[in-house]
């Protein structure tokens, strides 16, 4: 108990040396001992550092999950060492209400089938949407906030230790200054600037090894920036093949709704006068066109290659040279005969023909042959 006691009181004592060595640097009233100009140039960088990492890390899981109680949820549950439970996200939320109402309103009608379709899509850009925060979470954020939460919090720590030594080493001085001006007066002095000189040199190596720690904890900084360069190549190249999937996914429904628009305009036609042009007409007719993604002309359209519109697979003959592997990424619903169902990671042989639509590859499996878009595949050499 006693030496807690003795203990407590000599922490009180350095404690309180510090605050009156901190309060008149502050005034002007002692001298301060100022670190070299590659060390503050160090710590203005890490500091730099530290504050756009967070700024970028939290409008990154803006970005990623948009609904702020969502993401305290998930940060509740990564506090508590838990799983976040999986959740829907809007597209395939969109496309389960999608699915639904074409049920209820009839698979078969024009409308039902329309919402089946758009349903399907909006299920995959979901999933690709899912994928795409997961990837960026593991290689993005995950290592900004390791560096928030582990070297940063190391750097923190000792920068407090080296400011401690400071103040203790600058205390150190000035009670060396003092003892020296009262050994000019009386002869008593001198073993109390023995004593502050040995203080001193003890202080000074103190500081110096606490100094070298920060420094080299400090120019690791340079390392963390190569490393969250990765990362950010990596954020870059997910959210590059995200909107590529979503773009591919878009248009591949813009042209299978092409095959039967003629329908819909038809049992527009009939249920609206034919002089009387309808307000969205209207209105279309007097703004500026907007453009849209490319339509690739179909079987419904005039037939000008061989792909499209004339192609009846058991007529196909594949190429004697030319032919690959592939493998399908995504299940795919062949929309009519002239095309093939796809399951994904099965593995088919494609090539191509003469005057073929780029967008598509002639695939087979077995005896199975059709057209396959070029988008739902990953060639093998």
């Not at 100009?37 to 999950?65: G, M, P, S, Y």
């Not at 009839?106 to 850009?125: A, D, F, H, M, S």
């Not at 527009?268 to 339509?295: C, F, H, K, W």
Request: aromatic share 8%.
């Amino acid at each position: 108990m006693e030496f807690n006691v003795k203990k407590l009181a000599s922490d009180a004592g350095v404690f309180f040396s510090r605050a009156m060595q901190f309060t008149e640097e502050k005034l002007g009233q002692a001298e301060k001992t100022e670190l070299d100009a590659h060390f503050e140039n160090l710590l203005a960088r890490a500091d730099c550092t530290k504050n756009w990492t967070e700024k970028i890390l939290r409008q990154t899981e803006v970005l990623l999950q948009p609904n702020p109680s969502a993401r305290v949820e998930e940060f509740l549950y990564e506090k508590l060492d838990r799983k976040v439970p999986s959740r829907v996200t809007n597209g395939e939320l969109l496309a389960q209400y999608m699915t639904e109402a074409a049920n209820d309103f009839g698979p078969g009608t024009p409308y039902g089938k329309t919402l089946i379709k758009v349903g399907e899509t909006q299920r995959r850009l979901g999933a690709a949407e899912r994928e795409f925060i997961h990837s960026a979470s593991i290689n993005f954020l995950t290592p900004l906030r390791n560096f928030l939460e582990g070297d940063w919090r190391t750097i923190s720590k000792e920068r407090r230790i080296l400011q401690n030594r400071r103040l203790d080493l600058d205390a150190c001085k000035a009670r060396l200054k003092k003892a020296k001006a009262a050994e000019a007066k009386a002869a008593l002095w001198s073993d109390e600037v023995e004593k502050a000189e040995h203080e001193l040199r003890l202080t000074q190596t103190e500081f110096d090894r606490q100094a070298e720690v920060t420094r080299l904890l400090l120019e690791g900084i340079s390392s963390t920036h190569v490393n969250h360069l990765r990362c950010l190549h990596e954020f870059v190249e997910s959210q590059t093949n995200y909107y590529a999937q979503c773009y591919q996914f878009m248009l591949d429904l813009q042209k299978q709704l092409g095959r039967f628009s003629g329908t819909f305009v038809g049992n527009a036609d009939s249920t609206s006068p034919a002089a009387a042009p309808s307000p969205p007409a209207v209105a279309a007719a007097t703004l500026p066109a907007v453009p849209t993604i490319p339509v690739v002309p179909t079987i419904v359209g005039v037939p000008n290659t061989v792909a499209e519109g004339v192609l009846n697979p058991n007529e196909v003959k594949p190429p004697a040279s030319g032919t690959r592997k592939a493998r399908v990424l995504y299940d795919y619903e062949a929309a009519d005969s002239t095309e093939l169902a796809l399951l994904a990671d099965e593995m088919i042989t494609v090539y191509s023909l003469p005057g073929m639509d780029p967008d598509w590859l002639i695939g087979e499996r077995g005896n199975q042959k059709g057209k396959v878009p070029v988008t739902y595949l990953e060639l093998l050499s």
